[in-house]
């Protein structure tokens, strides 16, 4: 099952509702505007199996 960018992130940051979501898995800080794209872009380049490990915790 292929998940949106938000539940991706609603998964694997915590914080969303803030403007700095923080990564569960490297615990960096983000800044957060309107949409999900930067925190999708750390997820691609600096966890690359980060769909596998979403779907396994939905």
């Given at each position: 099952?292929?998940?949106?960018?938000?539940?991706?992130?609603?998964?694997?940051?915590?914080?969303?509702?803030?403007?700095?979501?923080?990564?569960?898995?490297?615990k960096?800080?983000?800044?957060?505007?309107?949409g999900?794209?930067?925190?999708?872009?750390?997820?691609?380049?600096?966890?690359?199996?980060?769909?596998?490990?979403?779907?396994?915790?939905?």
């Amino acid at each position: 099952m292929k998940l949106s960018n938000r539940e991706v992130c609603a998964i694997l940051f915590t914080g969303l509702n803030t403007q700095r979501p923080q990564c569960n898995t490297c615990k960096r800080f983000f800044a957060r505007g309107n949409g999900y794209t930067n925190l999708i872009m750390h997820l691609r380049s600096a966890h690359p199996s980060y769909e596998k490990q979403a779907e396994d915790a939905y």
